[in-house]
C-alpha cells in the first residue's frame, strides 16, 4: 500500500514486500496480489490466499525463510493472496454479502479466466478460512481443493451478540484499536517476546539466543506485523461475530449471506483443516470438528504441534507442514501419503475429533 493509499484508508504503511508481486486485481476492498511461480508452473490449480480481516495479510509473506508465499512458489504454484484493504466511513454498511459474493467472488472468477481453468485451490486463514468456508459452500464448482488453518468453528466471541449491535451502533466501523484489545488480546504483547515465540513457534532457541540476529530480525518484523490491526467494517462486524459465531448460525449451518444460505454440507471437494496443537486463539476442539460437517468423503484434520503463530512462521511449518500441504493440492499425494511420514509430530484425524 503506497503511502496516499495508506492515508486514504487511515492506515500506516506495511513493510517492504519479501517478495516481488503484482497487483492483479481489484474490487471493492479487495486487492488480489498475484506472486509468480520460481520454477516451470505445475499442472496443479492455482492457489488463492485468503487472509484474516483483522490484520494486514504480510506475516503470510513475512521473511524469505518463513513466507507461506515462498513456499508454494517454489512448489511451481501461481499464487494469489486476498489484500482486504482497511474499510472507510462510507464502507459501514459492507456485510458478508459485499466480502464474499462482491469482492470474492468477482477475484476467483478473474483467476479462473486468467489461468484457464475451471477450479482453484483455496488455503484460508484463520478468519480468511471462515471466508474461504463459506464461500466454498456457496459455490463448490469453482473449488478444487480447500484447506483452512486455525478456523475458528465452534468459537464464540467474548461479547453477547447484543454487544456487537451496540459497538456497531456506537462506532460505525469497529476501530483497529478496539480490535486489538478486544479480539486480539491473547496474541502476544511485543513485551513478551522472545519467550513467547520460542513457544509459539517450537522454537527454544530463539529464547536461548534472542540477541541474535535471526531472533532479532523476527522479533522486529512480528512486532511490525502485531501492530496492524485494521478496523472492521460496521455491518461485516454483526455478521461475523454477532450472527456467524456469536449466535453460532456457522457452525449450525444456519448462516445466510444474502438470502442463500451457508450449507457446509455443499463443500464437496477435498477438505484438509490444520490445527495447532497448542493454539490459545482458536482452540483446536473449536476448530476440529469443522471437517465433520462438510459433504466431502474426503476431509481430514491435521493437528500441527505449535502455537497459531507457528502454523504460518515456524520452521517446522515451512520445512515439513507446508510443502506437504503443496504436494496434497497439486494431487501428487493423497492425504494419507503426504503426511504419513511426516517427521514433524504431525497427526491426521479423519473424524475431526479434537
Known amino acids: 500500500m503506497t503511502s496516499s493509499e495508506a492515508a486514504t484508508h487511515g ?20 486487492r488480489l496480489r498475484h506472486y509468480r511461480a520460481k520454477r516451470t508452473p505445475s499442472r496443479a490449480p492455482p492457489i488463492l490466499l485468503v487472509y484474516s480481516l483483522l490484520k494486514r495479510p504480510f506475516v503470510l509473506d513475512l521473511l524469505p525463510d518463513r513466507s507461506v508465499v515462498r513456499t508454494f512458489l517454489r512448489e511451481g504454484f501461481s ?17 458478508l454479502h459485499d466480502y464474499i459474493e462482491s469482492d470474492l467472488a468477482q477475484a476467483v472468477e478473474w483467476i479462473r479466466r486468467r489461468e484457464h481453468v475451471e477450479r482453484i485451490a483455496l488455503v484460508g486463514s ?16 469453482h473449488v478444487e481443493r480447500l484447506v483452512t488453518f486455525a478456523l ?79 478496523p472492521f467494517a460496521g455491518r461485516l462486524f454483526l455478521d461475523v461475530m454477532g450472527e456467524a ?13 444474502g438470502d442463500r444460505r451457508v450449507a457446509l454440507g455443499e463443500i464437496d471437494c477435498p477438505v484438509l483443516n490444520v490445527c495447532a496443537e497448542r493454539d490459545q486463539l482458536v482452540p483446536p476442539e473449536e476448530s476440529a470438528p469443522f471437517i465433520r460437517h462438510v459433504g466431502s468423503r474426503d476431509a ?15 520452521r517446522g511449518a515451512h520445512e515439513d507442514l507446508w510443502p506437504r500441504v503443496g504436494r496434497w493440492l497439486s494431487g501428487d499425494a493423497p492425504i494419507a501419503e503426504a503426511f504419513g511420514t511426516s517427521t514433524s509430530g504431525a497427526a491426521l484425524d479423519p473424524t475431526g475429533s479434537a
Open 11 to 30: 492506515y500506516p504503511d506495511d513493510p517492504p514486500p519479501t517478495t516481488p508481486f503484482e497487483v492483479a486485481f481489484e474490487a471493492g476492498l479487495l
Open 79 to 95: 499464487v494469489y493472496l486476498t489484500d482486504w484493504l482497511p474499510p472507510r466511513l462510507e464502507d459501514a454498511g459492507r456485510g
Open 126 to 141: 484463520c478468519l480468511g478460512g471462515f471466508l474461504a468456508a463459506a464461500y466454498t459452500a456457496l459455490h463448490p464448482q
Open 152 to 230: 475458528p468453528f465452534h468459537s464464540r466471541p467474548p461479547f453477547a451478540p447484543a454487544a456487537a449491535e451496540y459497538f456497531a451502533a456506537v462506532y460505525g466501523n469497529i476501530p483497529a484499536s478496539w480490535i486489538r484489545a478486544g479480539l486480539n488480546a491473547r496474541v502476544a504483547d511485543p513485551g513478551r517476546l522472545p519467550a513467547y515465540l520460542a513457544a509459539e513457534l517450537g522454537e527454544p532457541a530463539l529464547a536461548q539466543r534472542a540477541d541474535s540476529p535471526e531472533a532479532a530480525t523476527l522479533s522486529h518484523a512480528l512486532e511490525t506485523w502485531f501492530a496492524s490491526d485494521v
Open 245 to 257: 459465531y456469536g449466535r453460532g448460525r456457522f457452525a449450525a449451518g444456519e448462516l445466510m449471506v
Open 300 to 314: 481430514t484434520t491435521l493437528m500441527f504441534p505449535c502455537g497459531h503463530l507457528g502454523l504460518m512462521v515456524s
